[in-house]
């Protein structure tokens, strides 16, 4: 799971995108589970908690498989979103 900052205009749309063209075809599926806008953040910004359902058909996933995925993930969304990680 992704706890991402990001300017309150870019459109999950995008947030999706990144992640799917980044990750490749390890990522099964991306699940929006929660979106916050308000006073515990900056003006303009909002908060996506966003899981990465990864699966690979030829073999089990390991640890590392995960890191890197999220990894790639992450350096996407802060170079197309302009997104931060929370926390």
């Given at each position: ?38 006073e ?28 890197r ?13 302009r ?5």
């Amino acid at each position: 799971d992704l706890s991402i900052e990001l300017p309150a205009e870019v459109p999950y749309a995008a947030v999706e995108r990144a992640i799917r063209d980044a990750v490749g075809e390890t990522l099964a599926d991306v699940v929006l589970f929660d979106r916050y806008m308000g006073e515990k953040l900056a003006d303009g910004t909002k908060s996506l908690a966003i899981g990465l359902i990864l699966q690979d058909h030829s073999r089990t996933l390991v640890d590392e498989d995960a890191d890197r995925c999220t990894g790639l993930a992450v350096a996407a969304l802060e170079s197309a979103c302009r997104a931060k990680l929370r926390g």
